[in-house]
């Protein structure tokens, strides 16, 4: 996978020109590398992100047409406008090994869903290491086999390969079957009222979710 990139030579405010002509800023870094400010096309860094995530490689072909391979390391959005404002790139280097996270993904329906339970998925990512290009690209968890409560797939559940050293604790769970949450409704009995009194009702408690950020 490549984009191609341009150096940058705008920077704070100034950006939004770039953006405006469709344009993302980006910084590329790395251990034992010069940083450098660079361009790319938003609708190409895109499709690229969709398709690589952060934590398959690609490779950057700057003006002289030099392939500089990368990783996604973080991507700054404006979710209100659905724009990517900024990326920054790590620069690899294909001979050594980088830990990264490698996104989990359930596949298949559970039968416990059809007994009214609950998949719970605990982890979003795996730590791995590995050298650049034998990251997997996800870890696909099937979970058509859990169908009573405790049942789960773990860490330790995760195939093994030779390449890819698995960081993330053995024992951690990936996803469990859990009983849910019963709604209970307390019938409160309010005590008879005196004669020629009012009988009054204890309002419903209101339950509160908390947005996530």
Known sequence: MELKIQNRFIFGKKTKKLRADGLVPAEI??????????SIPAKDFSKAFKEAG?????????????????????????????VVLSVDFHRIRMDE????????????????VKKGLMVMKILNEIDVEALPNQIPHRYEIDITHLENPGQGVYVKDLKATPNVKILSHAESAIVTIAETAKEESE???????????????????EEKTEEKK
């Open 97 to 112: 090994k980088i830990q990264t996270k490698v996104p989990v993904e359930l596949v298949g329906e559970a039968p416990a």
């Open 54 to 82: 952060e934590n398959t490689v690609i490779n950057l072909v700057n003006e002289k047409g030099e392939k500089i391979p990368v990783i996604v390391s973080d991507v700054d959005f404006n979710n209100m406008k659905g």
């Open 29 to 38: 870094f790395g251990h034992g590398f010069k940083n450098e400010h660079v």
């Open 187 to 205: 019938a409160t009995v309010a005590p008879a009222p005196a004669e020629g009194g009012i009988e009054t009702e204890t309002p419903a408690a």
